[in-house]
C-alpha cells in the first residue's frame, strides 16, 4: 500500500519510481516528449502505459511513438457507444500500482474530467500527481492535481522562438494567488519573503505550474512581474517581496 514518502524519495529524485499514464484519445502525441522532460524532475519514468482503441485510425501518431518511447499501449475496445471504457480501465491500472507500493510519483496525460478522482485519491496516500492537459481542462481536475501543467506552454518552450511569441499571460489570479502566499509567509524586516516558503503554501492553494505560463522555475515567473521584486542573497537563498 502506497504510504506517503518512500525509500526512493529520501535517496533522491533519480531513483523514484515514476508512471506515467497517458489517455491517448484526449492527448498529443507531439507533446510527449516535453511531458517525460518535466517527469524527470520527479524521477525516473519506468512506467509508461497509453490507453486507447487502438483500432481507431485518428491513433496513428501515437502507434508510431509508443514504440520508440517504450510505451506500452493498452488496448480497450469501445463496448458501449458514449461510454470511454478506456477510462475505466486507467483507472484500476492506477489504482493496482497505488496499492502495489512501489510507485512514488504518477503523471497523469489528459484533459479528461474523469480522471479527477483518481488523482485525489492518490494525493491522499501522500504521492505527488503531476496533471498533463490543455489550458482548458476541468478545473476540478487541474485542481486535483499536485501539478497541472499546460502542455501547450511545455511544447512552445521547446522552440525558443515560438517560447517567446507564445509565452501566456500570467493572469491576476495567479497575481494573487502568490501575494496571499506572500502575505502568509513568514517576512524580515524588509518585508521579503523566502522563495521556498511562498512556493510551498501557493502550492497548498493552486495546482498551478509556471513551466503553464512559460518559465522553468516559479523565480521566473516571479521576477517577470511588476508586482514583485526577488533577491539572490550571499546563502544562495532566493527572497520576495510584494511592491504593489
Not at 475505466?88 to 507500493?101: C, E, F, R, S, V
Not at 506572500?182 to 516558503?197: I, N, P, Q
Request: aromatic share 8%; glycine share 8%; proline share 3%.
Amino acid at each position: 500500500m502506497g504510504t506517503g514518502k518512500t525509500q526512493a524519495e529520501n535517496d533522491g529524485p533519480d531513483t523514484r519510481n515514476i508512471a506515467l499514464l497517458i489517455d491517448a484519445d484526449n492527448s498529443r502525441a507531439a507533446d510527449l516528449d516535453a511531458v517525460l522532460t518535466v517527469l524527470g524532475d520527479l524521477g525516473t519514468v519506468n512506467i509508461r502505459r497509453a490507453y486507447a482503441n487502438w483500432s481507431k485510425p485518428t491513433l496513428k501518431s501515437w502507434s508510431e511513438i509508443v514504440l520508440q518511447q517504450a510505451i506500452e499501449p493498452q488496448q480497450q475496445f469501445d463496448l458501449t457507444k458514449g461510454k470511454n471504457a478506456t477510462d475505466m480501465k486507467m483507472t484500476i491500472d492506477a489504482m493496482d500500482l497505488l496499492y502495489g507500493g512501489r510507485v512514488d510519483g504518477f503523471g497523469i496525460m489528459s484533459s479528461d474530467s474523469d480522471f479527477m478522482p483518481i488523482a485525489v485519491r492518490i494525493r491522499q496516500n501522500g504521492l505527488p500527481v503531476y496533471g498533463f492537459g490543455n489550458a482548458n481542462a476541468p478545473v476540478g481536475f487541474q485542481r486535483a492535481c499536485t501539478r497541472f501543467i499546460d502542455v501547450s506552454a511545455l511544447t512552445a518552450k521547446a522552440s525558443d522562438e515560438v517560447a517567446v511569441e507564445a509565452k501566456p499571460a500570467v493572469d491576476a489570479e495567479i497575481v494573487k494567488l502568490l501575494s496571499d502566499a506572500w502575505k502568509a509567509s513568514k517576512r524580515d524586516e524588509r518585508g521579503f519573503a523566502r522563495l521556498s516558503e511562498l512556493g510551498h503554501r501557493a502550492a497548498n492553494l493552486s495546482s498551478f505550474d509556471a513551466r503553464s505560463y512559460g518559465f522553468s522555475r516559479l523565480s521566473e515567473l516571479i521576477a517577470s512581474l511588476p508586482n514583485f521584486v526577488i533577491e539572490q542573497r550571499d546563502n544562495g537563498a532566493v527572497f520576495v517581496r510584494r511592491v504593489r
